[in-house]
């Protein structure tokens, strides 16, 4: 398969030390793989999810990309500027009814050419299957889908190439889980030994567990055995948050001027802090944490 290549794509992202008194009293070392400046409009997991995706739809000569998402979704602008970029026609399936006017995120999907259509959340609940799908291409005609959070083998595939660009020594990587493709994809590329460790930004985190292990069997045939879920940092649920998480995005923004992502990033970083004052990690672990994504909206 050819592979689809954005202009100006900030990659090996960077990997940088963070010093912060809290890890060095408990001799652990954090490396932050900034995936959020890879591109400003396909940024971390964004892009090396859309990465072998639009590849695979232009093989298939396909001029249309379908997706779904929620209205604030990342995903949806992401692939709504993949589009533009990349020359595809798009659609966006938004669930719930139509808010007008548009919220940010919208209005940036449809500024970069998206067309919105919405689809009431008892049938949302249901787009994966052959009739919801039948149904959309009897309304907009031949399409690439690109599954709800672009998590799909070939995202994998491109989340997989994360753990390649590092370049110095570490024992544990962690990132921030919604679909689990990144998780998946980061775990089935370690090196022996090394370990992943998702912090579910949703309540039932469990049930992640079984997307996660389902990712990997339909993109490599086979589980591995070297990731876990910490499923305690999901602050009440999808998209909330409370004074704790806000008082520690403010508190690593003042020590370390990244303004950490709210409704992802910041939880895992809040998790693993709390997990390496626990001293969870044993005297010389390092970590890498990956920062899947930038700080598109404030809070809201
Ligand atoms: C910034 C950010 N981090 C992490 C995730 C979760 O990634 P995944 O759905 O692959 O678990 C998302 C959602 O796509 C996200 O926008």
Known sequence: MSTAKAPDL??????????????????????????????????GNKWRKLKYNLAAARDEGARRLLTFGGAYSNHIRAVAAAGQIFGFDTIGVIRGEEHLPLNPSLRFAVERGMQLTYMDRTTYRTKTTATVIDCLHQQFGDFYLVPEGGSNALALRGCAELVEEIDQDFDVICCASGTGGTLAGIAAALPPSRTAMGFSALKGGDLLREDVASLQRDAYGRETANWSIETGYHFGGFAKTND????????????????????????????????????????????????????FTAEG
Not at 249 to 268: C, N, P, Q, T
């Open 10 to 43: 900030h990659l090996p992202s960077p990997l940088t030390e963070l010093h912060d008194d809290r890890l060095s009293a408990a001799d652990v070392r954090v490396l932050l793989k900034r995936d959020d400046l890879i591109h400003p409009e396909l940024p």
């Open 244 to 295: 704790a998480l806000r008082a520690f995005i403010d508190d690593f923004d003042s020590k370390h001027g990244l303004r950490l992502e709210w409704v992802y990033v910041a939880k895992m970083m809040y998790g693993l802090f709390d997990l390496i004052q626990e001293r969870r990690f044993p005297p010389g672990t390092t970590v890498v944490a990956v920062i899947t994504g930038p700080d």
